[in-house]
């Protein structure tokens, strides 16, 4: 099948782009607003026609262990979940994490703490980007703006899952899971064969046969060795931020202010720069793309020669902590604006914050 | 051009699917669509809306403070909707259920009938369509033949036979401004 152009949903889009990927299995438990990742799946039924296996767990920390078997297997699997679930899966990423093994984990957030509600949220950000399960580790997080970069980011995240041999996480919200846009799907990629996977993956647990046993685990009691795994999975992430640091930026020369923001907030941010335009004001946006690594060199060279930085995040305060480190200048006004609870600000309630912290601060 | 749209209501009138009918009549004619509803407990019996954004060029945001378009199918969504229009935009509301009229002067306001004409025809399930037979004549972003062309697309083909009743309900919503 060739690309062709459809209107979907963000949490179809991405169900979808793992079948054109060539996943070769699912493994969920269904809590809004993701649900229609799996109802997705189970509508294609893809087991029919690629082969793709998709199962609904009994639990979260069921499908997460399920993806931790798959990806020792070598096999192309993710898992999809939204905020508490991904909370009950976090064991699971930091044992994937540590036994140095390629998976997806897709976080459709919701507002936290707790159970919380069902509307959208970014209060995930320090979960996924800060490690969020134990131990040293990181996840290679992307954060998708468009239902179309729901469909990129799965296919991006398991190639660079794959290359460095660690979870990738593409943390996105209720607000593009849920909306639909026109979105241009990849052709279908046939699933690996086993040599295609043996050559690919030689580490991977396939049966062995004429050669020594591979061996995926997260646990080496002696801690000498333990040492040298720390030592490797550090070099990996250096690695990975060496490479992989993604943004977009938006009108940024000569700009005045500066926005940083990500995710469904980063084309709220948008249009509140075109309408500050109209009126005068010049704002540039930097979208980090890659949350970690995070784009610290983009946001500092951005924010050089600017009057002050805001941060909008639907939290408290999380990627502002990012941008004042790799700003590091205590000189510079960083502030934050952000909404909680599910309550996702409107364009012209931005440029509000952003006169009311930066252009007429009232102390 | 952009046109910023928002379709509000109780929920089961069809405000999510009547959204949907018209962000894909967009994607026929190739236009950039956003469909953003409010996916929250108000689907279930409360007030329902959804904002559709139909554009030549990239869309930015996809919530927005302001409309174009507004179409108001209850109380509720008229009283929050009403002050959201941008000057000079539309207001469509349907007479039933309505108890304050709106009064703003600085916006083209459209009362119709939808409710009534779908009782005439025996037919209530079409409502949604009649409604966006009004629209499209007061403000054609898309063209009928573009509906029609989405719904064969969207529907599955054993229901191909209610395309004409459908047709027959935009046509009949157009008849509903003067």
Redesign the interface.
């Known amino acids: 099948m060739s690309e062709e152009?459809k209107?979907l949903k963000g949490n179809e889009a991405i169900a979808l782009a793992a079948i054109r990927y060539g996943c070769d299995g699912y493994f969920g438990y269904p809590i809004?607003?993701q649900s229609e990742v799996l109802e997705t799946l189970m509508e294609q039924q893809p087991w029919d026609t690629t082969g793709m296996v998709v199962l609904q767990a009994e639990s979260e920390v069921a499908a997460i262990n399920m993806v931790y078997a798959g990806a020792a297997c070598g096999k192309v699997v993710f898992t999809s979940s939204s905020s508490p679930g991904v909370s009950l899966m976090q064991e699971g990423i930091s044992y994937i994490a540590a036994a140095e093994l390629p998976a997806l984990i897709v976080n459709v957030q919701r507002g936290g703490p707790g159970l919380g509600t069902?509307?959208p949220s970014q209060a995930d950000y320090f979960q996924a980007t800060k490690g969020g399960g134990h131990g040293d580790y990181h996840l290679i997080v992307l954060a998708p703006s468009s239902v179309q970069e729901m469909v990129d980011f799965v296919g991006l995240a398991w190639d660079l899952a794959f290359k460095y041999r660690t979870p990738a996480m593409i943390l996105a919200d209720?607000?593009i899971g849920?909306?639909?846009?026109?979105v241009t799907l990849p052709p279908q990629r046939r699933r690996r064969t086993m040599e295609e996977l043996i050559k690919q993956c030689p580490w991977a647990v396939t049966g062995k046969k004429g050669r020594d046993k591979n061996i995926c685990t997260s646990l080496e009691l002696e801690s000498d060795k333990m040492e040298i795994i720390n030592n490797r999975l550090q070099s990996t992430y250096r690695d990975i931020a060496r490479h992989e640091k993604r943004y977009e930026a938006y009108n940024v020369e000569g700009a005045d202010y500066l926005i940083v923001a990500f995710g469904?907030i980063a084309?709220?941010c948008?249009?509140?720069i075109?309408i500050a335009r109209e009126r005068g004001l010049r704002i540039g946006l930097i979208r980090p793309i890659t949350l970690w690594p995070f784009p610290s060199e983009a946001v500092a060279q951005a924010a050089r020669g600017t009057k002050g930085v805001l941060t909008v995040e639907i939290n408290a305060g999380q990627m502002i902590e990012d941008v004042r480190q790799a700003i590091n200048d205590r000189a510079m006004p960083i502030e934050h604006y952000g909404r909680l609870g599910g309550m996702?600000p409107?364009?012209?309630?931005v440029l509000d914050a952003l006169n009311r912290l930066l252009i007429n601060p009232t102390k | 051009m952009t046109t910023e749209i928002i379709i509000a209501g109780f929920g089961g009138q069809g405000v999510l699917s009547m959204g949907?009918i018209l962000?894909?009549s967009g994607?026929m004619e190739d236009k950039?669509?956003?469909?953003?509803?409010a996916?929250?407990?108000e689907q279930r019996g409360g007030t329902a809306n959804v904002t559709v954004i139909i554009s030549d060029d990239k869309?930015?945001?996809?919530?927005?403070?302001?409309y174009d378009v507004a179409i108001v199918l209850n109380q509720q969504s008229l009283d929050k909707f009403e002050p959201k229009v941008k000057p000079g935009g539309i207001l469509i509301y349907d007479a039933y259920g309505i108890n304050t009229p709106p009064t703003r002067t600085d916006i083209r306001l459209h009362r119709i009938e939808a409710m009534e004409a779908t009782f005439e025809m025996g037919n209530n399930k079409a409502f949604n369509m009649v409604v966006l037979g009004a629209m499209l004549k007061v403000c054609p972003v898309v063209t009928i033949e573009s509906v029609l062309k989405g719904l064969k697309k969207t529907l599955p083909e054993r229901h191909h036979d209610l395309i004409p009743m459908n047709e027959a309900a935009l046509r009949r919503g157009m008849q509903l401004i003067d």
């Open positions: 152009v209107l809004t607003p069902i509307q209720g607000v849920q909306m639909m846009e026109k469904s084309r709220i948008r249009k509140s075109d996702v409107d364009p012209e309630e | 949907k962000a894909y994607l950039e669509i956003t469909w953003m509803p996916y929250g407990p869309i930015s945001s996809p919530i927005l403070n302001s």
